[in-house]
């Protein structure tokens, strides 16, 4: 009987494996969005940098703005790979669906899901740069422009909350201003924490709480957006700072519970890799 020979290429087993969809509008992009995982470390100008690395690029079609989502748990990790789309990929289908209801965002162009042994390590989000300040830089002025905000910015949040359209991270540094004649034009970013349902007068509230304001502008924009929907703008003050004392409670404690669980677990996971793949390498072969 001929012997049976079971062997596997470890060199398939590592191979990085890629997804992605790229918007009609930027097929010359191609090979630029393929080729940042080799690329982005040493492409563009940093916007931002922390767990998550945001860059502006120059492209033939124009200056773009690349989101590397990385450093995500283990559990995170696999759920993206098998259950949930990735924050990439959500960030251009959401901003796709807000321009559809109307809402402004960066234009989207692509993302980009790299797997490594089957699971997501890394993704990477693309939309075309848009030169308007965001909100957070906007407040930092002082004077009568910043109170000229206020009323624009609550009517803005309700038209979203209307539509059934929730950021979950509604903050200052996540919604951009363009000044117009008529005003203030708002659009969105970092698109991937929002959701789609219905939305409460009380959950538009707690929606406001992320933003970057003082008591006092809290206190005004709070109430805007209270009036306009016929509400009392007291008994919405009282409602919003109950809401926002007991979320920085909840928040501390997540914090917490996060640095003394799932730290350790990634360790776990990720820290030993080398020695798993010593371990199955030896087995394979055994």
């Known amino acids: 009987m001929k012997r049976f020979d079971f062997r596997i290429d470890l060199r398939e087993l590592f191979m990085q494996t890629k997804t992605y969809t790229l918007s009609n509008d930027f097929t010359d992009l191609r090979d630029f ?6 690329n ?8 931002q940098d922390n767990r998550n690395v945001i860059k502006s690029i120059s492209t033939p079609q124009g200056t773009v703005v690349v989101k590397k989502f990385s450093g995500m748990y283990f559990f995170n990790r696999l759920a993206y790979s098998l259950f949930r789309k990735s924050k990439a990929a959500r960030s251009y289908l959401y ?10 965002t960066p234009p989207p162009i692509a993302w980009l899901d790299c797997y490594k042994f089957g699971l997501l ?5 693309v939309s075309l740069h848009k030169p308007d300040k965001t909100l957070r830089q906007m407040t930092e002025v002082k004077g009568t422009f910043k109170s000229l905000l206020y009323k624009p910015l609550a009517s803005f949040a309700l038209t979203l909350h209307q539509l059934g359209i929730y950021h979950d991270d509604f903050s200052s540094g996540n919604i951009l201003i363009h000044e117009t004649p008529d005003g203030y034009d708002f659009s969105m970013v970092d698109l991937n924490r929002i959701k789609f349902q219905k939305v409460s007068f009380e959950q538009g509230l707690r929606n406001l709480a992320k933003l ?6 809290f206190n005004i924009l709070v109430s805007e957006y209270a009036r306009i929907q016929n509400k009392s703008p007291e008994k919405s003050c009282k409602l919003f700072w109950s809401y926002k004392r007991r979320s920085s409670f909840i928040r501390k404690i997540r914090k917490r519970l996060k640095k003394y669980a799932l730290t350790p677990l990634e360790s776990i996971f990720t820290g030993r890799r080398v020695l798993f793949l010593m371990l199955i390498e030896e087995l394979i072969w055994f």
Not at 121 to 125: A, G, P, Q, R, T
């Open 212 to 217: 970057a304001l003082t008591d006092d502008e």
């Open 121 to 125: 390590n890394e993704s990477y989000f």
């Open 95 to 104: 901003s796709r669906q807000l321009n559809d209801k109307g809402i402004s």
């Open 33 to 38: 969005i393929l080729t940042l995982p080799l």
């Open 40 to 47: 982005f470390d040493n492409a563009g100008t940093i916007i």
